[in-house]
Nanobody, 124 residues
Framework: QVQLVESGGELVQAGGSLRLSCAASGRTFSNYVMGWFRRAPGKERESVATISSSGGRTFYADSVKGRFTISRDNAKNTLYLQMNSLQVEDTAVYYC?????????????????WGQGTQVTVSS
């Protein structure tokens, strides 16, 4: 079992920045591919960014490319999402998720471990 706890979500103005964190426990963090997903009101959950178990490979949704950065610190068992130039359209509940390495997948169905989510609200 892998337990995941997100933090860092809050209300921010458009153009602002936030950094989300996801603390992992239970299993060896470095054995897992990690992802950030989000669900906006009335929409399905979508992939935001994913990162390989070592952190050497990343993948971003087109909508966040160049604005968001996913990273991880395996020594601290923590996943991060740095979000810059936030837009109203980024408003959503953000979830971190884990799946066993090595495949870097972006479909939520391929992730078996999920956090409870953290709310990000971007005001205009």
């Amino acid at each position: 079992q892998v337990q995941l706890v997100e933090s860092g979500g809050e209300l921010v103005q458009a153009g602002g920045s936030l950094r989300l964190s996801c603390a992992a426990s239970g299993r060896t963090f470095s054995n897992y591919v990690m992802g950030w997903f989000r669900r906006a009101p009335g929409k399905e959950r979508e992939s935001v960014a994913t990162i390989s178990s070592s952190g050497g490979r990343t993948f971003y949704a087109d909508s966040v490319k160049g604005r968001f950065t996913i990273s991880r610190d395996n020594a601290k068992n923590t996943l991060y999402l740095q979000m810059n130039s936030l837009q109203v359209e980024d408003t959503a509940v953000y979830y971190c998720a884990a799946r066993p390495a090595p495949l870097l997948l972006t479909n939520a169905r391929d992730y078996g471990y999920w956090g409870q989510g953290t709310q990000v609200t971007v005001s205009s």
